[in-house]
Every structure is written in C-alpha cells, then in structure tokens.
C-alpha cells in the first residue's frame, strides 16, 4: 500500500539546478519523516535532507547545506528536493525512503540511513563536467 515514487532525474552541467520530487502514498497512520538519499556509483548511500509530515521541520546534512533544500507540499504527499550549483560528485542515484515515527519524534533513523521503513526505486541524476 506504501508506495514511493521519485522522479525529476536527469543530465545536467556542473553549476546547474534539478528539482527532485517524491510522490508518497500510503500513510495513512500516524507521522512520519521523509528523506532523500544519494548513492554515487562505487559508494555509500548517504543521506541529504530530511523532512517530517507533522510540522515540516527538516535537516540537512552540513555536506549539502547551502546547496540543497527540502521541502513539501501543503498535504506532505510530495516531497522535494532542490540542487543547486552541482558538482560531478553529486552525480548518482537518488532515492526517497520514509519512516514511521513510532515513539516520539526522533530523526535519527533519516539522519543516520538506519531503519527507514519504504524505500522508492531511485531516480538518476548525472552532472557533467
């Protein structure tokens, strides 16, 4: 039933803009946080954004701070994510993963890529030099 759909991916130069988005479904309980990861080729996941449905709060990582922003729309079921100035080493996979917040309102599931619950299938976003 929950279901995650990134899409926005695509060729860019070095110093461009893409805008991600993530389409979410599903959720039907409760609150829970949105994230974006990236995953160049040969390398580890690692997150860039997080977002929670129930107020909108986000983290950004300090690697991307400046760069990138996260956001929504009014309902939470599209999620965004806006690159700006991006370097070849932005080049990779993106994907959106959400979590459930079972127990308080703890991030660090989002912020650490440690249990998220549903992951999308990834979009591809290639920054050329």
């Known amino acids: 039933e929950v279901q995650l759909v990134e899409s926005g991916g695509g060729l860019v130069q070095a110093g461009g803009s893409l805008r991600l988005s ?3 479904s599903g959720f039907t309980f409760g609150d ?3 994230g974006w990861f ?4 040969g390398k580890e ?8 449905s129930s107020d909108g709060s986000t983290y950004v990582p300090e690697s991307v701070k400046g760069r990138f922003t996260i956001s929504s729309d009014g309902t939470g079921n599209t999620v965004y994510l ?3 100035r991006l370097k ?3 080049t990779g996979v993106y994907y ?3 979590v459930i917040v079972r127990r308080g309102s703890s991030w660090v599931s ?3 890529d440690v249990g998220m619950d549903y992951w999308g299938k990834g979009t591809l976003v290639t920054v050329s030099s």
């Open 22 to 24: 993530c389409a979410a």
């Open 38 to 41: 990236h995953q160049a080729p």
């Open 88 to 90: 070849p080493e932005d």
């Open 45 to 52: 996941r690692e997150g860039v954004s997080c977002i929670k």
């Open 96 to 98: 959106c993963a959400a």
């Open 110 to 112: 989002c912020i650490y």
């Open 32 to 34: 829970y946080i949105i």
């Open 82 to 84: 806006r690159m700006n």
